[in-house]
Nanobody, 117 residues
């Protein structure tokens, strides 16, 4: 499956962005979907994941209450709604697909989010 992330951009602190990850080459419903991010000079870190049906989600502590991961399997797309963005959220955001929890078999190319103070 191929993943295409989009929706990044420049936003002021306190603003919002919605990222999208569109899949092609296979039904998205087969995969647990996750978002990761990598800030300049830092390791890639997990942000959020959503189960196959969308019924179960999990977030890193820094994203809880601000970010919402969701999916539309009919559109083969996963979303990350990010609210109350802060400069420390600045990173390249990647989506990943895995056949089980903890596996990340396919990666998107990344979309850059820049939050200005």
């Amino acid at each position: 499956v191929q993943l295409q992330a989009s929706g990044g951009g420049l936003v002021q602190a306190g603003g919002s962005l919605r990222l999208a990850c569109a899949a092609s080459g296979g039904p998205l419903v087969r995969y647990v979907m996750s978002w990761f991010r990598q800030a300049p000079g830092a390791e890639r870190e997990f942000v959020a994941r959503v189960s196959w049906s969308g019924g179960t989600t999990y977030y890193v502590d820094s994203a809880k209450g601000r970010f919402t991961i969701s999916r539309d399997n009919a559109k083969n797309t996963v979303y990350l709604q990010m609210n109350r963005l802060q400069p420390e959220d600045t990173a390249v955001y990647y989506c990943a697909a895995g056949e089980s929890y903890g596996s990340f078999d396919y990666w998107g190319q990344g979309t850059l989010v820049t939050v200005s103070s």
